[in-house]
């Protein structure tokens, strides 16, 4: 299973780390995505980096301001949020699958985690 981690509350301009880590599964072996999801809206790509970390692909909302990096010694994956904005604020899920900007794609799923960003 997947685990996202790192949410919170924090104001506008603020910067916020999300870690996605597996248990009982080899990270490396997959591409990683992080979706968001608001209240009433669909689940929306975030961003996405392929198994080995080669290639990544972000949203043009979050261009430019986010940044994915992974380590797959650790096993885990990161989500750096630098600049919020509180059309941030969701829940962000980490999803492990073959690497693309249809959630549908991805097998495994984490709880999620709320990210608030407030005005």
């Known amino acids: 299973q997947l685990q996202a981690s790192g949410g919170g509350l924090v104001q506008a301009g603020g910067s916020l780390r999300l870690s996605c880590a597996a248990s009982?599964?080899?990270?490396?072996?997959?591409?990683v995505g992080w979706f968001r999801q608001a209240p009433g809206k669909v689940r929306q790509f975030v961003v996405l980096?392929?198994?080995?970390?080669?290639?990544?692909m972000y949203a043009d909302s979050v261009k430019g301001r986010f940044t994915i990096s992974r380590d797959n010694v650790k096993n885990m994956v990161y989500l750096q949020m630098n600049s919020l904005k509180p059309e941030d604020t969701a829940v962000y899920y980490c999803?492990?699958?073959?690497?693309?900007?249809?959630?549908?794609?991805?097998?495994?799923w984490g709880q999620g985690t709320q990210v608030t960003v407030s005005s």
């Open positions: 999803a492990a699958g073959i690497p693309n900007t249809d959630w549908r794609e991805y097998k495994f």
């Open positions: 009982g599964r080899t990270l490396s072996e997959y591409g």
């Open positions: 980096i392929t198994a080995n970390g080669g290639t990544t």
